[in-house]
């Protein structure tokens, strides 16, 4: 009996030695996750194991194939974050700027070709065929919006001129459903918007401004200011994440959604992003024993383990779609203790894989290590259209 | 001759539960399972987390399985396998200051 009393004792002291030291194993200097100016060691070996995906179409098609089996988004959204990641990279590392840019064009016009010949259900969830989009005919924001501001990405690293048109064309196409929308609320799904496509949306026709001279800037602080009065939840201060087109909150502030979203206002109004991405800093983001992640809703808000939370792990209330995205919102605002307290959490948790100086988390997938890949390069890339230096 | 020559191997004969060999041994057990399951490529299988399947070679049921048990072995090594073995230590230490004590207070001839 004693001796497993002493057993025990040991057992339980050995716990709580060890405990805290566990994140010690896992963390690193954030240098080794992003760095100024230049690339970061971890941000060139996640983009190696993406440039191998677009040079092995194999490989890729198996990557998509596991993907698309769960969500069709993700498929796109993987091929978003990559083109805005390597738009930041090729300015960070001017001599890689021909190898990114020619990865850049074969995304896009493969991501084209496939939208005009699948059609734009390609790459939603099947449940938008279930009901007709109250706006004829169908557009979906998630898809302009993020396709143009791939498109203007690219052109802000460097002109194409086949791809001015083709910019025009869509930010005509949002700009003119903003101006006939009662409430400036566009659809994503059939009667279904949500606050992330806006915001991307967004930040595309101001990036259009940029290069092409024209001026939006009236849309966009009207858009804001009704964000502000109608969008926002009242307990927590945060921009909701869906809501039909009428203004009524579908779902509310989501850890999955508002990271991005602070980052996208970002280049549209600096002080209401960062107050955004502070409360949601407040509200969603914990470091426990050293590690950092993220809660999907604030105490103030109930909602289901979805699609975009991921799955919630109960105690603690970790979502790993929040958690992931809280890297861009961490990186955007340059909050280092979050961010080298979460790096910790992935080193411990995602299961990192390297093979030949390629990393990909095993946790992850395409589109969870693109939007990683984001996080460790943003910047460079709205810095240059705020600082309207000429393209 | 085989059996008897693993049973006189220190670290398979059966020790006392709670132990310092027994915790070193349970360490062990631990990180080899740990190390098997690793080389066997489970770990692949961990993308059940995000909801998207490990593999498309074996059917979901059977992946979120393997999935589940490279999560728990690896979370028992780089969690538990400390533990245990600084239990172990802790206990060692603790013992051989007992015998000292026992051996300074005991009868003086």
């Known amino acids: 009996m004693k001796r497993i009393l002493t057993g025990l004792a040991a057992l339980v002291v050995a716990a709580i030695i060890w405990l805290p030291c566990l994140h010690l194993l896992f963390i690193r200097p954030l240098s080794e996750f992003r760095q100024d100016p230049g690339l970061s060691s971890k941000a060139r070996q996640l983009a190696a194991r993406h440039l191998q995906l677009w040079t092995e179409p194999a490989l890729r098609e198996q990557e998509l194939k596991k993907m698309r089996a769960s969500n069709a988004e993700w498929d796109f959204m993987g091929r978003s974050y990559l083109v805005w990641s390597l738009a930041n990279m090729a300015l960070r590392d001017p001599p890689s700027k021909p190898l990114y840019l020619q990865t850049m064009d074969q995304i896009i016009d493969e991501t084209r070709r496939l939208e005009k010949q699948e059609g734009m259900y390609f790459f939603l969830m099947p449940y938008a065929k279930e009901r007709h989009y109250l706006v004829q005919p169908a557009h979906s924001l998630f898809l302009d919006g993020e396709i143009a501001l791939m498109l203007a990405a690219r052109r802000v ?26 409430r400036m609320l566009l659809e994503s799904y059939p009667d279904e918007c949500w606050m992330f496509d806006h915001c991307v949306a967004l930040d595309a026709i101001k990036m259009a401004d940029y290069l092409d001279g024209s001026d939006h800037s009236a849309l966009i602080r009207g858009w804001i200011a009704m964000a502000k009065q109608k969008l926002v939840h009242r307990d927590s201060g945060l921009l909701i994440s869906s809501f039909t087109t009428d203004g009524t909150p579908m779902a509310g502030p989501e850890g999955s959604s508002i990271w ?10 600096e002080d209401f992003a960062r107050d955004q991405y502070q409360r949601a800093r407040k509200e969603l983001g914990e470091i426990t024993l050293g590690f950092g992640y993220a809660h999907e809703w604030p105490e ?41 307290s979460l790096a910790a959490t992935l080193d411990f948790a995602a299961f990192p894989s390297r093979t030949g100086g390629r990393l990909k988390y095993c946790a992850s997938n395409q589109v969870g290590d693109a939007a990683l890949l984001y996080a460790t390069t943003l910047g460079p890339l709205w810095q240059k259209v705020k600082t309207g230096g000429k393209p | 001759m085989i059996k008897l020559f ?8 059966r020790a006392e539960f709670l132990s310092a060999r027994d915790l070193l041994q349970r360490a062990g057990a631990i990180s080899v399972l740990f190390l098997v399951a690793h080389v066997a490529g489970l770990r692949e299988f961990t993308s059940v987390l995000n909801g998207t399947v490990g593999s498309t070679a074996v059917n979901v049921k059977l992946g979120t399985f393997l999935a589940a048990v490279y999560i728990l072995l690896y979370l028992a090594s780089v969690i538990l396998v400390p533990v245990l073995v600084l239990a172990a230590l802790m206990l060692v230490v603790w013992q051989r200051c007992v015998r000292k004590e026992e051996n300074f207070s005991g009868p003086r001839t």
């Open chain 1, 157 to 182: 690293v460097e002109e194409k001129p086949e791809y001015k048109p083709l910019l025009t064309e869509r930010v005509n196409v949002i700009v003119e459903r903003f101006q006939k929308s009662p």
């Open chain 1, 260 to 269: 991005m979203v602070a980052h996208s206002l970002q280049l549209l109004d």
């Open chain 2, 6 to 13: 693993w049973q006189r191997l220190a670290v398979f004969q």
């Open chain 1, 300 to 340: 103030s808000w109930k909602g289901e383990a979805n699609i975009d939370s991921g799955p919630i792990i109960p105690g603690f209330e970790i979502s790993a779609g929040s958690s992931g995205m809280a890297f861009i919102g961490a990186g955007t605002f340059g909050d280092g203790k979050f961010l080298t």
